[in-house]
């Protein structure tokens, strides 16, 4: 005989869409990360918009940032470096370098992308999510002067130890944003008088010709996740579709490797 006065202990799951919003929150309101290696360490003790909380070092990376140390003002926490444990996964290549600090706000879409008597370049990442693609694309986008890189807050990679890594610096000085929403975004620079490129593999365009008929004015250019590409509302939002030529038939390239050539594109225009 089943007992119905005992109370059901059972949890209920809650829905996916509920545990993404949850998790989304919990990373947009992080306070702090942790970037590691002494190229990103360093670039970031001397970005004077970087808030600087806590750096973690062994003798030997110490001597090797001293320059950079003295900019900065922070005082290190030097370990030796057969006990240097800092707060970061144990795989982290960090070379005796570990520097926690707040994550830096470029400010708005309107404020940064907005053209002040300039054609300026703007690069929108739809779902792209490896941290090692993204800062491999910060590092192109700085090289060709984008003036910005968007993404969505939700499906994006966001700023790591990881990414910094990679970026090599260049999350330091290439503005990286984050926005609530990415068609909404691309709005507002439709409305600020971007024209936009989305990069499709089916497109029947290729890039050069397109770029090279386009008027002198301000361009975003729009990259899709590998695998699905482009979403069909950021698809709709764009001017253009455009493919990189390829020699072989099914010849493709990583996001961060298209990127690359796609800006070398329009820079030639």
């Not at 001397?46 to 922070?74: C, V, Y």
């Not at 600020?192 to 361009?219: C, N, R, S, V």
Request: proline residues 7%; charged residues 20%.
């Amino acid at each position: 005989m089943s007992d119905f006065s005992k109370p059901n202990h059972k949890r209920h799951k809650k829905p996916a869409h509920v545990i993404e919003k949850e998790r989304a929150k919990r990373a947009g309101s992080a306070e702090t990360l942790f970037l590691f290696g002494l190229h990103a360490v360093r670039d970031a003790l001397m970005n004077p918009q970087r808030e600087k909380l806590r750096l973690m070092l062994t003798q030997n990376a110490a001597l090797k940032l001293e320059d950079a140390i003295a900019a900065s003002g922070i005082t290190p926490e030097i370990h030796d470096a057969r006990q240097f444990n800092p707060p970061i996964d144990r795989e982290s290549v960090h070379q005796g370098a570990v520097l926690e600090v707040k994550p830096l706000n470029w400010g708005s879409v309107s404020e940064l992308c907005a053209p002040r008597n300039d054609a300026p370049l703007v690069l929108l990442l739809d779902r792209v999510t490896d941290p090692h693609n993204v800062g491999a694309i910060l590092r192109s986008a700085e090289v060709f002067g984008a003036r910005a890189v968007i993404a969505p807050h939700r499906h994006s990679a966001p700023e790591t130890g990881a990414l910094a890594k990679t970026a090599s610096g260049a999350l330091e000085r290439q503005p990286y944003l984050r926005v609530p929403n990415l068609a909404g975004a691309m709005n507002s620079l439709r409305e600020m008088g971007y024209t936009i490129l989305g990069l499709d593999g089916e497109a029947t365009d290729d890039l050069q010709t397109i770029a090279a008929k386009l008027p002198d004015g301000p361009i975003a250019l729009a990259m899709g996740s590998e695998g699905p590409g482009l979403r069909a509302l950021t698809q709709d939002l764009c001017h253009h579709l455009v493919r990189i030529p390829a020699a072989a038939e099914f010849a493709s390239l990583n996001v961060s490797n298209a990127t690359a050539v796609a800006l070398y594109a329009i820079a030639q225009r």
